[in-house]
């Protein structure tokens, strides 16, 4: 065994965690799969809570120097900070992961991003501190995306390589979950406060309290965690070199080619999670002028939609193989781009045909999303790559979508956001067609050390 692995098995923490939580107990996945619902949709939570807000609250709490329009753009350009610092955590924790071992790792970052969005509810306004206010929701913003980097504990990984092998669409789909659980907490909590107190009191006090239940929330969420990286299996997994982290520059040196290709398969899916999510509630806010709480009910029900497409697609990807789903869900994605957008400016049936609509394209497509081409990755270099290439997923396809299709919508018409969300479609099905021809490719080579992704 080498220094790093035996350094990373041999933590005070992981020694402590395994004897307590998993002692000879072999974990299930069903089991694991409890472990990573939880801990996605704590993540998904602290995403959506401050994705609300940089709608409802950011722009006047914040930005009341501008207009409200500007002043949201800028929340949004805020709102990717995160994403922009998610592959720099992920340097930074993959070092901690080696040298300290994963469960030190969990715990550093888990209290960062709990820390990170809890801080949030303390931000004092433009008003009190002037500038000021700007750079401290940017710091708390970027200890968000600091944490995500590094709440990458591989479990999705050990979900898939514990899964039956004729239901690897149906674990695939699982850690999806906590997308769509995540928004739906979130916003039935802004919902709440919204719909019973006044503008006046939601803007001065209501709107912290979802921050402070997201510390709560990542703590559960931890121990969760802690419980399944301590077991026998994570650690056989570990040893033999399946879920061990690789030095991150060294993973990007040496399988780019299939991070790029892994950063693009799912874009079509990553482009409307925010069109479906965020955008449209800053888009009714700014321009239809209806009840801000009214909106989030659609978006609950919407996002329950959403979890019930999401088994539908871990069903069919097992009868046809995810590739097969993600490119047919990117199609229609791309015909739903051609006349969705214009529906939200229809009234409020239009609102909830491309609410309803897109939530059920999204169930489909980003159940399927996650680790699209991991299967290419080299054996000692998978955990680290499957980080690094979730982590541009995100930035490439997501953090910027909000203020992208604002700013495009605003000045050209909703059409435009038609024409943005094509373009992600159009990405997916180009990775996917390169991916497959790799693939064969490396099939042919029996010396090449990798594994075609299903």
């Given at each position: 065994?080498?220094?790093?692995?035996?350094?990373?098995?041999?933590?005070?923490?992981?020694?402590?965690?395994?004897?307590?939580?998993?002692?000879?107990?072999?974990?299930?996945?069903?089991?694991?799969?409890?472990?990573?619902?939880?801990?996605?949709?704590?993540?998904?939570?602290?995403?959506?809570?401050?994705?609300?807000?940089?709608?409802?609250?950011?722009?006047?709490?914040?930005?009341?120097?501008?207009?409200?329009?500007?002043?949201?753009?800028?929340?949004?350009?805020?709102?990717?900070?995160?994403?922009?610092?998610?592959?720099?955590?992920?340097?930074?924790?993959?070092?901690?992961?080696?040298?300290?071992?994963?469960?030190?790792?969990?715990?550093?970052?888990?209290?960062?991003?709990?820390?990170?969005?809890?801080?949030?509810?303390?931000?004092?306004?433009?008003?009190?501190?002037?500038?000021?206010?700007?750079?401290?929701?940017?710091?708390?913003?970027?200890?968000?995306?600091?944490?995500?980097?590094?709440?990458?504990?591989?479990?999705?990984?050990?979900?898939?390589?514990?899964?039956?092998?004729?239901?690897?669409?149906?674990?695939?789909?699982?850690?999806?979950?906590?997308?769509?659980?995540?928004?739906?907490?979130?916003?039935?909590?802004?919902?709440?406060?919204?719909?019973?107190?006044?503008?006046?009191?939601?803007?001065?006090?209501?709107?912290?309290?979802?921050?402070?239940?997201?510390?709560?929330?990542?703590?559960?969420?931890?121990?969760?965690?802690?419980?399944?990286?301590?077991?026998?299996?994570?650690?056989?997994?570990?040893?033999?070199r399946e879920l061990q982290p690789a030095p991150f520059w060294e993973t990007v040196r040496l399988e780019g080619r299939t991070i790029a290709l892994g950063s693009f398969a799912p874009l079509a899916s990553f482009a409307l999670f925010h069109l479906v999510t965020v955008f449209p509630l800053s888009w009714v806010t700014l321009y239809s002028g209806e009840a801000a709480?009214?909106?989030?009910?659609?978006?609950?029900?919407?996002?329950?939609?959403?979890?019930?497409?999401?088994?539908?697609?871990?069903?069919?990807?097992?009868?046809?193989?995810?590739?097969?789903?993600?490119?047919?869900?990117?199609?229609?994605?791309?015909?739903?781009?051609?006349?969705?957008?214009?529906?939200?400016?229809?009234?409020?049936?239009?609102?909830?045909?491309?609410?309803?609509?897109?939530?059920?394209?999204?169930?489909?497509?980003?159940?399927?999303?996650?680790?699209?081409?991991?299967?290419?990755?080299?054996?000692?270099?998978?955990?680290?790559?499957?980080?690094?290439?979730?982590?541009?997923?995100?930035?490439?396809?997501?953090?910027?979508?909000?203020?992208?299709?604002?700013?495009?919508?605003?000045?050209?018409?909703?059409?435009?956001?038609?024409?943005?969300?094509?373009?992600?479609?159009?990405?997916?099905?180009?990775?996917?067609?390169?991916?497959?021809?790799?693939?064969?490719?490396?099939?042919?080579?029996?010396?090449?050390?990798?594994?075609?992704?299903?």
């Amino acid at each position: 065994m080498s220094a790093p692995i035996a350094a990373s098995n041999s933590t005070p923490l992981e020694r402590d965690a395994r004897v307590v939580n998993a002692s000879d107990h072999r974990i299930a996945p069903g089991e694991i799969a409890i472990g990573v619902i939880i801990g996605r949709t704590s993540e998904f939570f602290d995403f959506f809570v401050y994705a609300i807000a940089s709608v409802l609250v950011f722009p006047s709490l914040v930005f009341p120097f501008v207009d409200p329009l500007t002043g949201t753009l800028y929340s949004f350009a805020l709102f990717a900070l995160a994403f922009i610092a998610r592959p720099l955590g992920s340097a930074i924790f993959m070092w901690v992961d080696r040298n300290h071992g994963r469960g030190v790792k969990l715990t550093i970052a888990l209290f960062l991003l709990g820390g990170s969005t809890m801080a949030m509810a303390f931000l004092p306004s433009y008003n009190q501190v002037g500038i000021v206010a700007v750079w401290l929701l940017a710091l708390c913003r970027v200890g968000q995306g600091v944490a995500l980097g590094g709440a990458w504990d591989g479990l999705p990984s050990l979900l898939a390589l514990n899964a039956p092998e004729k239901q690897r669409g149906w674990y695939a789909m699982i850690p999806q979950l906590g997308a769509p659980l995540g928004l739906i907490v979130a916003a039935a909590l802004f919902a709440f406060f919204l719909s019973t107190l006044s503008s006046a009191d939601f803007l001065s006090w209501g709107w912290r309290y979802p921050f402070f239940v997201a510390f709560a929330i990542n703590v559960v969420a931890l121990f969760a965690r802690l419980r399944l990286v301590a077991t026998p299996e994570f650690e056989h997994l570990f040893e033999s070199r399946e879920l061990q982290p690789a030095p991150f520059w060294e993973t990007v040196r040496l399988e780019g080619r299939t991070i790029a290709l892994g950063s693009f398969a799912p874009l079509a899916s990553f482009a409307l999670f925010h069109l479906v999510t965020v955008f449209p509630l800053s888009w009714v806010t700014l321009y239809s002028g209806e009840a801000a709480e009214r909106f989030l009910v659609i978006e609950i029900i919407g996002a329950a939609a959403c979890v019930l497409s999401m088994l539908a697609s871990g069903v069919i990807a097992d009868r046809v193989g995810r590739r097969a789903v993600l490119g047919v869900s990117a199609v229609l994605i791309a015909a739903y781009s051609g006349f969705a957008p214009q529906l939200l400016g229809a009234g409020g049936f239009g609102e909830t045909v491309y609410m309803l609509a897109g939530f059920v394209l999204l169930g489909l497509a980003f159940g399927q999303s996650s680790g699209a081409v991991n299967g290419s990755f080299s054996r000692e270099r998978r955990y680290t790559g499957a980080a690094t290439t979730a982590n541009l997923s995100w930035l490439i396809g997501a953090g910027f979508a909000p203020l992208v299709a604002l700013a495009l919508a605003s000045n050209f018409g909703l059409w435009s956001v038609g024409v943005y969300l094509l373009s992600g479609a159009v990405c997916t099905l180009a990775a996917l067609g390169i991916n497959k021809e790799w693939a064969r490719r490396i099939e042919s080579e029996p010396d090449a050390g990798l594994t075609a992704p299903r």
